[in-house]
């Protein structure tokens, strides 16, 4: 059974300073909806409707998405304007939502373990809002791809990509043996590595399953690089004492934490998402 997905909502947003002063970076809309709610949906669709925020100082306007606001839908209830609150509704609807704090901002590993109660003792997704990831065409999102997989392996799954160049000191990288077409079972992992001590070019994303063990290994985990608590250390850690799943997902990832991802999610949500005819 898995059910919840863990939102870490915590960081300040910095690159997308002075947008992000006062305004949490996941409420940053690509055309009309905000990140987050892209995230929520990739969850609900792929069965994970408890829906778990770890948040920090400055986040309540997530909180206020995920709510009814009465006045406004009083305002706008029989006109034709309610039309552009059904995605939100859809949302609500059919997801509960839950909201803990993490007070200081010690690494992702750490954000992930302040949602420790919320999650209880079971496994569950990880979504990094964002990450904006783009089913392929008429096919699912990758959360619901990863837990296809889960299903199958009963293991942690974090979901890669093929990145080129220098862009690899940006991210988590995974070395492993290939089990079968864009599967991996993995050997090794570092954080932002330098190009030249990188072991493959097989970058992890912001969308993970993992296994409730993870709670105990990210306590017992160091500060890492940049001094933060990573969650690739405590990944490498249940890799090694049992297994863990590396797993090539089919669609597109926009790196919306970043101008240029942000932008080009912008572009193609509008060309093949908003200007295409309701059906
Ligand atoms: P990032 O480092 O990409 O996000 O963390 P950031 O810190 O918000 O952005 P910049 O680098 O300052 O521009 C990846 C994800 O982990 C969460 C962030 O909210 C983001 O979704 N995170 C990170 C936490 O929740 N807590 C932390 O202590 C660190």
Redesign the pocket.
């Known amino acids: 059974m898995i059910n919840k997905c863990l939102f870490?909502?915590?960081?300040?947003?910095?690159?997308?300073l002075p947008a992000t002063k006062s305004m949490p970076?996941?409420m940053l809309p690509i055309v009309n909806k905000p990140l987050v709610q892209y995230g929520v949906e990739e969850a609900l669709e792929a069965g994970l409707d408890e829906v778990c925020f770890?948040t920090?100082r400055g986040k309540r306007a997530i909180e206020d998405h995920f709510d009814v606001n009465y006045e406004l839908e009083h305002q706008i209830a029989g006109t034709g304007k309610e039309k552009y609150l059904e995605s939100i509704r859809h949302v609500m609807d059919n997801c509960s939502f839950s909201f803990t704090r993490?007070r200081e901002?010690?690494?992702?590993g750490?954000?992930i373990l302040t949602g420790r109660r919320l999650v209880g003792d079971q496994p569950f997704g990880v979504i990094?809002?964002?990450d904006l990831c783009m089913p392929p065409e008429d096919g699912a999102g990758v959360m619901a791809q990863m837990v296809k997989i889960f299903k199958q392996f009963r293991c942690s799954v974090v979901a890669i990509q093929e990145v080129e160049g220098d862009d690899i000191e940006k991210f988590g990288v995974v070395d492993g043996e290939k089990l079968k077409e864009g599967i991996y079972r993995v050997t090794n992992m570092v954080e932002k590595p330098k190009k030249a001590e990188a072991p493959t070019n097989m970058a992890i994303i912001?969308r993970y399953i993992l296994t409730p063990d993870i709670f105990d290994i990210l306590e017992k985990t160091p500060p890492g690089k940049g001094g933060?608590i990573q969650l690739t250390d405590a990944l490498l850690k249940q890799a090694q004492d049992g297994a863990v799943l590396a797993y090539r997902f089919k669609g597109t990832r926009y790196d919306c934490?970043s101008v240029e991802g942000f932008i080009d999610a912008t572009h193609y949500v509008y060309e093949h998402i908003y200007r295409q005819p309701k059906a």
Do not use: C, I
């Open positions: 870490p909502v915590a960081g300040y947003g910095t690159r997308f970076k996941e770890v920090g993490q901002m010690k690494g992702l750490h954000a990094l809002s964002d912001g933060e934490g």
